[in-house]
Nanobody, 126 residues
Framework: QVQLVESGGGLVQAGGSLRLSCAASGRTFSSYDMGWFRQAPGKEREFVGVIRISNSYTYYVDSVKGRFTISRDNAKNAVYLQMNSLKPEDTAVYYC???????????????????WGQGTQVTVSS
C-alpha cells in the first residue's frame, strides 16, 4: 500500500509560480511512475506529467511543456511539481498518483494509477 499527500497549492497571479509537493509512504518508492493530474470544475481529470522514479525520466502534456517541471527526492520519498508562468487555465485541483512501472511506456491515464493523494487546489487569477 502507498499513501500520498500533496501540499503547496494556493492562490497566485497569472505569471507567478508555485511548487507542489507529493510525499509518499508505504511500499518501496524507487520502483514507481509518479504522475501529476489536475481536474478543473466540470472537467475530466487531466494528465499533467509523470516521472519515472528509477531514472528521473519525465514526460509532460503539451500545454505545460516548458513551464512545469517534475523532480524527485528519493531520500525524502517526495516528488515535486514546479509550476512557472502560470495561467488562469491552470486553475484546478492537482493530484499526484503512483503505480508500479510496467514496460517502457509512461502511464498517462488516471485509470492506470492505483494510488492517489487527496489533491491540492491551485487557483491562478488573471
Amino acid at each position: 500500500q502507498v499513501q500520498l499527500v500533496e501540499s503547496g497549492g494556493g492562490l497566485v497571479q497569472a505569471g507567478g509560480s508555485l511548487r507542489l509537493s507529493c510525499a509518499a509512504s508505504g511500499r518501496t518508492f524507487s520502483s514507481y511512475d509518479m504522475g501529476w493530474f489536475r481536474q478543473a470544475p466540470g472537467k475530466e481529470r487531466e494528465f499533467v506529467g509523470v516521472i519515472r522514479i528509477s531514472n528521473s525520466y519525465t514526460y509532460y502534456v503539451d500545454s505545460v511543456k516548458g513551464r512545469f517541471t517534475i523532480s524527485r527526492d528519493n531520500a525524502k520519498n517526495a516528488v515535486y511539481l514546479q509550476m512557472n508562468s502560470l495561467k488562469p487555465e491552470d486553475t484546478a485541483v492537482y493530484y499526484c498518483a503512483a503505480d508500479d512501472v510496467l514496460g517502457w511506456s509512461f502511464k498517462t491515464k488516471p485509470t492506470e494509477y492505483r494510488y492517489w493523494g487527496q489533491g491540492t487546489q491551485v487557483t491562478v487569477s488573471s
